[in-house]
């Protein structure tokens, strides 16, 4: 990776529906180059995929919690990941170390629907308990690189 590829992955982190005119112009590169440039940072797999980021309000979901997650016996992040793909309400998951198994961020309508939602997560299979600590403000959010 060079600071070519950089400029086009910082370029696209900034809009994943920038032009390849735009990408070329961020790196330096014309449109056709541009575009064989990204192609192959998505075919080595540097870049996995573009998305939409949607503004939770826009959802009318506000209540937004962390919720340590303790399991029982040893699942694997692939046991895990498989229990909580299905719970939409879980926007990240992430192994952790220390005493818990892992960190989950939720997002919900409301204290009630989290409160359903944490039971669907304490309700899966490897999961013996759950810690929550619900957030009151936002005070920095960044995309990840």
């Known amino acids: 990776m060079d600071t070519i590829d950089e400029a086009i992955i910082q370029c696209v982190l ?13 790196a330096g590169l014309s449109p056709s180059a541009a575009k064989r440039r990204l192609d192959r940072l998505v075919a080595t797999g540097a870049i996995r995929g573009f998305t ?20 029982a016996g040893n699942p694997t992040p692939a046991d895990l990941r498989k229990a909580l793909e299905d719970i939409p309400e879980v926007i990240d998951a992430c192994t952790v170390s220390g005493a818990a198994d ?3 961020c939720m997002l919900a309508k409301d204290i009630s629907h989290l409160e359903l939602a944490i039971q669907r997560v304490r309700s899966t299979k490897p999961v013996e308990r759950t810690e929550s600590a619900i957030v009151l403000s936002r005070l920095l959010s960044r995309p990840r690189l």
């Open 14 to 26: 900034r809009n994943a529906r920038a032009t390849y005119a735009e990408i070329g112009k961020a």
């Open 52 to 71: 939409a980021i949607v503004d939770p309000q826009a959802l009318a979901w506000h209540t937004e919690a962390f919720v340590e997650v303790y399991c």
């Open 102 to 104: 892992a960190m989950i």
